[in-house]
């Protein structure tokens, strides 16, 4: 069986895992779909939110997918072709990753006769535009040049600023592609069947990951001793990430996580915390905070901060240390 296969990139909280969950809403029964999905970070937040799509999930953890040797990217894509058979394949790379490794791997002769290359779809806030971090990132850049597809995301935040500035670049950059505007991610299904058309050849991208746990995958993830809980540091392409995973055991006070989320000094935010609630789905890029709750409970919680500079990691691990429950006997 030939899985179609599409490549959903995006910088930073252009909010890919939730294009993602929108898309598998829309899965037609009967149809079976695969995930590969690949953090910048080593705890697996992004996983975790995807676990009850109803689609087969494989992990990389840790921004190692576009890899120059695209050996983690290659396993887990053999495990899930090979394993699940899927009628359609959707890969959520890292915000920080490059997408040629992506694509050269994906269209390479071994895969001819596994997976046919659709439309690559890349989300974008237009806010990034008016942020030179964004703006003069590598890896931004060319996740947009290599897009069949641009999705232009979070409209609903767009001030007249930030469309003027989308404007300029579709007459700029855009080359005639479809620009699809969106909220929240919506967008429609049959965007998975759009054709590949943009060839252009990009640059190779640099790499650069240092992980303080190697292979410190979700996997490999066990909590020392009875402490309950441990922590994963990763930077890399100007970035830097800390992680925390606690075990089922710990609860989290709903308003103390929303307060530590919201104040941590950091740029990006995402989580999946046990309230006494349920679950408590947290999502912070630059100012904007968006929260969700769900009745279930998770079986762990996860949550990550990914910044330009380093944070003083140990003292928001304090401060989140001191917002743990205790689950009742």
């Excluded at 069986?1 to 829309?26: D, E, N, R, Y």
């Excluded at 009967?30 to 689609?55: C, H, P, T, Y």
């Excluded at 968006?290 to 003083?312: F, K």
Aim: proline letters at 7%; hydrophobic letters at 40%; one cysteine or more.
């Amino acid at each position: 069986m030939i899985a179609k296969t599409t490549l959903v990139t995006g910088f930073l909280g252009s909010g890919k895992t939730t294009t993602l969950l929108h898309l598998l809403a829309q899965k037609p029964a009967g149809e079976r779909w695969a995930i590969l999905v690949n953090e910048f970070g080593e705890i697996g937040v992004d996983g975790a939110l995807l676990a009850e799509s109803g689609a087969v999930l494989k992990e990389i953890p840790g921004g190692c997918m576009c890899c120059v040797n695209g050996l983690p990217m290659q396993i887990g894509l053999n495990t899930l072709l090979q394993r699940s058979a899927p009628d359609r394949l959707l890969i959520e790379p890292t915000g920080l990753g490059h997408p040629k490794q992506i694509l050269s791997l994906l269209t390479s002769p071994i895969y001819e006769s596994w997976l046919s290359l659709q439309a690559t779809l890349c989300l974008l806030d237009a806010r990034q535009l008016g942020d030179p971090r964004c703006r003069d990132n590598e890896n931004f850049r060319d996740q947009l040049a290599a897009a069949d597809i641009i999705i232009a995301n979070k409209q609903d935040r767009y001030a007249p600023e930030d469309r003027a500035l989308l404007a300029a670049w579709e007459r700029e950059y855009g080359g005639g592609r479809s620009m699809i505007p969106a909220t929240r991610g919506e967008i429609d299904l049959s965007l998975l069947d759009a054709p590949r058309l943009n060839l252009r050849e990009l640059p190779a991208g640099r790499h650069h990951h240092r992980h303080d746990a190697p292979g410190a995958g979700l996997a490999a993830l066990r909590l020392p001793g009875n402490t309950g809980w441990r922590r994963a540091l990763n930077q890399g392409q100007g970035y830097h990430a800390s992680g925390w995973i606690f075990d089922g055991d710990t609860l989290f006070d709903t308003v103390g996580v929303l307060e530590w989320a919201r104040l941590a000094p950091v740029e990006r935010v995402k989580g999946v915390m046990r309230i006494a609630e349920g679950t408590l789905l947290v999502n912070r890029q630059g100012r904007d905070l968006q929260i969700e709750t769900r009745p279930a409970p998770p079986p762990d919680s996860r949550i990550e901060l990914i910044n330009p500079a380093p944070a003083d990691w140990n003292a928001l691990q304090s401060s989140l240390l001191r917002i743990r429950l205790c689950l009742p006997d």
